[in-house]
């Protein structure tokens, strides 16, 4: 099993950044693929970013390349994704993820987080 948890949502106006953070526990971080997902009221779990174990391969969804980076520190088992020019269709609850490879389908991913939620005003 792995436990994670996610940190550092909130309200940011548009235009500006964030960091999210998330931590795990349990069995060994760093053989896992991490990932981070969003969820929008109303609407399906999207992809947003992962990074392969050993930080050698990353993907982005097309909305936030050039503006998400996804990075990781395998000896603080932390994952963490730096947003910036965060735009108002970013708010949603982002979800962190640990699972067998850098790949955008939900199923790829075994183990979720709680969330953390992320508001941006316009």
């Known amino acids: 099993q792995v436990q994670l948890v996610e940190s550092g949502g909130g309200l940011v106006q548009a235009g500006g950044s964030l960091r999210l953070s998330c931590v795990a526990s349990?069995?060994?971080?760093?053989?896992?693929?991490m990932g981070w997902f969003r969820q929008a009221p109303g609407k399906e779990r999207e992809f947003v970013a992962a990074?392969?174990?050993?930080?050698?391969?990353?993907s982005y969804a097309d909305s936030v390349k050039g503006r998400f980076t996804i990075s990781r520190d395998n000896a603080k088992n932390t994952v963490y994704l730096q947003m910036n020019s965060l735009r108002p269709e970013g708010t949603a609850v982002y979800y962190c993820?640990?699972?067998?490879?850098?790949?955008?389908?939900?199923?790829?991913?075994?183990?979720w987080g709680q969330g953390t939620k992320v508001t941006v005003s316009s």
């Open positions: 993820a640990a699972g067998r490879g850098p790949y955008p389908g939900v199923n790829w991913y075994d183990y």
């Open positions: 349990g069995r060994t971080f760093s053989r896992f693929t």
């Open positions: 990074l392969s174990w050993s930080a050698g391969s990353t």
